[in-house]
Structure formats: structure tokens, C-alpha cells
């Protein structure tokens, strides 16, 4: 996954203003609607799995194992029409380093809405 140095900034910046959201895995997830809109607009489609499926299987498996390991995850559902949405805003493909971003800025949207801004 690449990140951009405007990403850098930006997550440096969010973990600034909210740290305790940056002390573990942050995994998007997606619904089994979502996953095929996502796919369909992902720049690496090649590097992902064919099926909600296999996506789901692989995540739960991955998710499984950090949390085995100690380590603190937290998944965030991706709505993937808003996600498809603010790549286009943001002029930018449709890739790891933008559904980990977006992830991310779903969690901080979340947490101001739930009173810890």
C-alpha cells in the first residue's frame, strides 16, 4: 500500500486530534452489497478478491489473527457509494492506500458523532 504525503499529513494531523483512535489495525469493511460496487471501481481489481466471499473469509481471517496476536483492530464498515464518491472529490484512484484513508476518516467521523471530538 502507498501512501501519498498529502495522505501522511492528513493521518498525521487526524492522529493529532484523535490518538486513541490510532493504536491498532484499522480494517475497512465491506458489506455484501458494497463489495462488487467497490470492485468494480477499485484501480487494483487485480490485487483483490473475485467474490464478497473470499473477501469476507480472508478478512475475517486476518482480523482473527491480529487479535490472536494481542493486538488491537477495529473493523469499519465502508459505505463503498461514499467511499467510490470522495475518491472522485478527491481526484484520486480507487485503491489500498484510499480505502485505508477513507477507513480511517469514516472512524474520526464516527467518533465526533458519537461526542469525543
Not at 489495525?25 to 458494497?34: A, V
Not at 487479535?67 to 473493523?75: L, T
Not at 478527491?90 to 480505502?99: C, F, I, T, V, W
Amino acid at each position: 500500500m502507498t501512501i501519498s504525503d498529502k495522505d501522511n499529513q492528513r493521518l498525521r494531523e487526524l492522529a493529532e486530534r484523535y490518538p486513541h483512535l490510532f493504536r491498532g489495525l484499522i480494517l475497512p469493511w465491506f458489506t455484501r452489497e458494497g463489495w462488487p460496487k467497490m470492485l468494480k471501481a477499485a484501480a487494483d481489481r487485480d490485487r483483490l478478491h473475485d467474490t464478497f466471499e473470499e473477501f469476507e473469509q480472508s478478512s475475517t481471517t486476518a482480523f482473527n489473527d491480529v487479535v490472536a496476536k494481542g493486538h488491537p483492530v477495529e473493523k469499519v464498515q465502508i459505505d463503498a457509494d461514499a467511499l467510490i464518491a470522495w475518491c472522485k472529490a478527491e481526484g484520486r484512484p480507487l485503491d489500498s492506500g484510499a480505502r485505508h484513508v477513507f477507513a480511517i476518516l469514516t472512524l474520526t467521523e464516527r467518533d465526533k458523532g458519537a461526542g469525543h471530538a
